[in-house]
């Protein structure tokens, strides 16, 4: 054979080998992508993640702490006005006097039938000195009610009501106190989570400022009644009020949204995450990054869909949503193929 035959010979076997080899490391390579996926189908475990602390939000408006209006009677006059529209007043001070036309006229009555009896009368005569002395503690009495003067019940400001700036008086004048409150309203379905004192977050909706507060009063008797048609599935809602920590930047009227975070140790699970051992004491599974510990737990409560728990689980929690009879603790589930789930947990 010539030496130009053997070359071409070797070159032929040589690409053989190659392409062989090519096919033999894509085979294996398929072979352990394959093996590679099934095995993460048969690792991939769902989880559900315990929900958070259930929040609840209130819609509200901020008010004054103390409000009161002051209506002059249409037979009285007032004698003087010590106030002007938006006066920062502190408690006891005088806003204004009311003078009573019909007692002082009665004043002036029997002050002209104290000067008859005193031209009429001779000296030392007793009967006409007693009954001077009687008609002066009259004019005594009335003069403590033909004036009469208003004052502050507490530190507020004062407002006008009418138009009546143009004239010398209004006729209702109102003292509204520079603290402030927020009036809200909770649905029947959220008042027996809310307690006195119970703390809140509120937002004023046009300025984005966040107030802390408490929650000061529950009304017990609905502000809006449910509609006498049964068949409505309208609430009846309840007054809710807050107190302010801070009053810095709080506007009379500026609406606001409160919102409360239920604090409790229950949480709520799938039930089919339960399963019990051989002492019959239900546990589920919990995921620490993949590695899975056996939990014990105490149900307060159960359905066919939820399970609630009073002990043994902690909101934000992991576990296996369906777990099987082959796993057991200390167990590792691929952790890219975890899957958090809280689908329901704010449902009851």
């Keep these: 054979m010539s030496f130009f035959k053997k070359f071409k010979n070797k070159k032929v076997a040589i690409a053989v080998g190659v392409i062989l080899l090519a096919s033999l490391s894509v085979g294996i390579t398929y072979i352990n992508k394959n093996s590679n996926s099934s095995l993460a189908e048969e690792n991939y475990v769902e989880t559900y993640t315990i929900a958070d602390n259930e929040k609840i939000f ?41 003078k009573n036309e019909d007692v002082l006229n009665e004043i002036d009555l029997l002050k002209a039938q104290i000067t008859e009896l005193k031209n009429a009368s001779t000296e030392n005569d007793p009967l006409i000195e007693s009954e001077i002395n009687k008609l002066e503690a009259q004019v005594s009495a009335l003069n403590k009610k ?19 700036m143009d004239s010398q008086y209004s006729s209702t004048i109102t003292l509204q106190s520079t603290t402030f409150y927020m009036k809200g309203q909770t649905s029947e379905e959220d008042l027996s989570k809310l307690q006195i004192d119970d703390p809140v977050s509120v937002t004023v909706l046009s300025t984005n400022k966040k107030v802390s507060g408490r929650i000061s009063s529950i009304s017990d008797r609905p502000s809006t009644s449910q509609s006498d048609n049964i068949s409505n599935s309208s609430l009846s809602y309840y ?12 506007v009379n009227g500026f609406h606001v949204q409160a919102c409360i975070e239920i604090t409790d140790n229950l ?42 728990i009073k002990g043994g689980l902690d909101k934000k929690d992991i576990i296996v949503r369906y777990p099987s ?16 789930n809280t689908e329901g947990a704010q449902s009851e």
């Design 58 to 98: 209130i819609n509200g408006v901020i008010l004054p702490t103390k409000s009161k209006d002051f209506t002059l009677p249409s037979e009285d006059e007032i004698s003087k006005l010590n106030v002007t529209n938006g006066k920062i007043v502190k408690e006891g001070d005088l806003l204004f006097t009311v």
């Design 325 to 340: 009879e082959e796993m057991s603790e200390g167990d590792l589930i691929t952790v890219d193929n975890l899957e958090a």
């Design 146 to 164: 033909a004036y009469i003067n208003t004052t502050a019940p507490f530190a507020g400001k004062v407002y006008f009501n009418d138009n009546g």
């Design 267 to 308: 949480c709520k699970v799938p039930t089919t995450s339960i399963l019990k051992d051989e002492n019959d004491k239900p546990y589920v599974f919990e995921s620490f990054d993949g590695i899975l510990k056996k939990q014990i737990v105490e149900i307060q409560s159960q359905n066919d869909e939820f399970t609630v």
């Design 239 to 250: 007054d809710i009020n807050v107190s302010f920590e801070n009053q810095e930047d709080l």
